[in-house]
Structure formats: C-alpha cells, structure tokens
C-alpha cells in the first residue's frame, strides 16, 4: 500500500532541490515525488516512511522534519 510522505526541508535554490530529488529517486519503492518550493516541502508516494525520507536528505545534509510537525497547530 503506498503512503503520502510530506516532509518540511528548506529549498534555497535550484542546486538544492536538484540534490534533493536525485537523493529521493535512490529509496526504493517510491512512486510519485513532488517539491513544492514555496512551501518548503517534499511529497513522496510509495511504500516508504517518513523517517526514511527523513534519513536519506540528512545524509545529504539536509535538514528535514515531519510536515505535521513543521505546522502551526490550529487552536480548538
């Protein structure tokens, strides 16, 4: 079953998000991947979890955090 992975990481330029996506091609069982550069966020579809994502942009020297995380929570 694929699952939705949205990660925050900060996607300064060109050169950066070129790093990025050549780093998450490499996980296996990935389907769809997606930058959203005004939103600084990556979205990848597969059989992968967040902390995989997580783990392969730190090795590039990224740093990348869960996106629910990275949001304001709203007030209930």
């Known amino acids: ?3 939705v992975v ?3 990481v900060g996607l300064h330029c060109d050169e950066c998000i070129k790093k990025i996506l050549k ?3 490499k996980i296996e069982d ?3 991947y997606n930058v959203d550069k005004q939103l600084n966020k990556v979205i990848v ?3 992968v ?3 995989e994502v ?3 942009l730190q090795k590039i020297g990224k740093n990348a955090t869960p996106w629910e995380n990275a949001q304001p929570q709203p007030n209930c």
């Open 30 to 32: 990935i389907e769809t």
């Open 6 to 8: 949205e990660v925050k």
């Open 49 to 51: 979890t967040t902390e």
């Open 23 to 25: 780093a998450i091609k």
């Open 54 to 56: 997580i783990r392969v």
């Open 1 to 3: 079953m694929a699952n």
């Open 45 to 47: 579809t597969g059989d």
